[in-house]
């Protein structure tokens, strides 16, 4: 067996593969935690299910909806419209922010 740094070759590759596992995890695991967006709807696009909004604490986002988004204060999508303040829960999934919960601001 040879060693590198004093470490056989069969655990250095065990540690590098245990380290890169971990970082997948930590990967994904990052990429379901929610975030809160505050703010006014910009524009929306019917066919794509998405709206655009300026929240306070972020840059302006595009925001999706699914069958899985609960619309409290609020009959649905339809019910969005420019200038409407909104509160919004969404995670990234596959690159987009999705929304778990839109909620018309009282």
Not at 85 to 90: G, H, I, L, N, P
Request: proline fraction near 3%; hydrophobic fraction near 40%.
């Amino acid at each position: 067996m040879t060693t590198t740094a004093g470490m056989p070759g069969r655990i250095r590759l065990g540690v590098i593969a245990a380290i890169a596992a971990a970082l997948v995890l930590l990967i994904a695991a990052t990429s379901a935690f929610a975030a809160e967006f505050e703010g006014p709807v910009l524009s929306k696009d019917r066919q794509a299910q998405t709206f655009r909004m300026n929240p306070e604490n972020h840059d302006n986002v595009t925001i999706k909806v699914n069958d899985g988004t609960k619309f409290q204060r609020l009959g649905g999508f339809g019910d969005l419209h420019r200038g409407l303040d909104v509160d919004v829960t969404a995670s990234r999934q596959n690159g987009n922010w999705v929304a778990s919960k839109v909620e018309k601001k009282r």
